[in-house]
């Protein structure tokens, strides 16, 4: 008797198992088939015209953030590159390399279309930023131009700022190099505090050369190099000959890229005309030699 009730209740449990495999009405028992397939996941890659409330060198999808442009902010890409070929192979490009080199030249000729010149010549900085190494091993090949404003021609750390930098270099910006009173402790100088043109001063923005594709201790060992470039620069501003007489007219003040931009490839020079013998009131642009006179 205990063997048969054992056997009805196994039994019932066969019964309760195939009940539970029977098809509902009108479906096919297939259940993925009315399925929508799953997209493939798209790769981060970070706005341009976009602005930034910070600068960072490496972009991380997780912590990015963009602001409205008329809000306080650092930073504004102007513009988002590929690499490609075989700099989009490999590891991800380190300074020096070929590739942050291509990068940089890049960035450099898109921001001089958005700002309708040269950055050089205005309180502005350009740096690049790239995807984290785990997201270059997960594909991401794009790098990001980002533009900032600088507090001046010494402090080139990026400043808070309203408003979009696209077309800033057009017409008469607040922000290009004119006229500096150099500070001086001894005989060296100090700071260049920027005036008004038309206040007494000792010294003035005249240009920017592009240096030769050399490594930065080759450049830190040419000095007179870079001034003597700056005198051909000066002597052209003011229109005055470049010949013997010119460094009794002016001297040169120059201040090249820093080490990490020029790995990166930046070559940029700027050039400042320096009298250290008097004061200046007006601009030495195309005064002649009457103007900047022998001394």
Request: glycine share 10%; net charge negative; with cysteine.
């Amino acid at each position: 008797m205990r063997r048969w009730l054992a056997a009805l209740a196994l039994a019932g449990v066969t019964v309760l198992l195939l009940t539970g495999c029977v098809r509902p009405g009108g479906t096919d028992g297939d259940l993925t088939n009315d399925w929508p397939a799953l997209g493939t996941p798209a790769m981060f890659v970070p706005a341009t015209d976009a602005c930034l409330p910070r600068v960072t060198p490496v972009v991380q999808a997780s912590t990015y953030e963009v602001v409205d442009c008329a809000r306080n902010h650092l930073a504004e890409t102007v513009h988002v590159g590929i690499f490609t070929g075989a700099a989009a192979e490999g590891s991800r490009p380190t300074p020096g390399s070929t590739a942050l080199r291509t990068a940089r030249a890049e960035c450099d000729q898109r921001t001089r279309l958005v700002l309708g010149g040269d950055w050089h010549t205005a309180r502005l900085t350009l740096s690049i930023a790239l995807p984290s190494v785990a997201a270059w091993n997960g594909g991401a090949r794009w790098f990001r131009c980002d533009l900032s404003e600088t507090d001046s021609i010494d402090n080139t750390r990026p400043i808070n700022r309203t408003g979009s930098l696209r077309g800033a270099l057009i017409g008469d910006s607040p922000l290009v190099h004119r006229c500096f009173d150099p500070k001086l402790i001894g005989n060296s100088l100090n700071y260049m505090a920027p005036v008004l043109c038309t206040e007494p001063h000792g010294a003035e923005f005249v240009g920017v050369y592009i240096e030769e594709d050399m490594s930065w201790e080759q450049f830190s060992n040419s000095s007179g190099r870079a001034h003597e470039r700056c005198m051909e620069l000066i002597a052209a501003f003011a229109d005055v000959p470049n010949n013997g007489d010119l460094p009794y007219r002016a001297g040169s003040i120059f201040y090249p890229p820093s080490q990490r931009e020029w790995d990166e490839g930046d070559r940029g020079v700027r050039c400042i005309l320096w009298t250290d013998d008097r004061k200046i009131t007006g601009s030495m642009r195309g005064v002649g030699p009457q103007g900047l006179p022998v001394t």
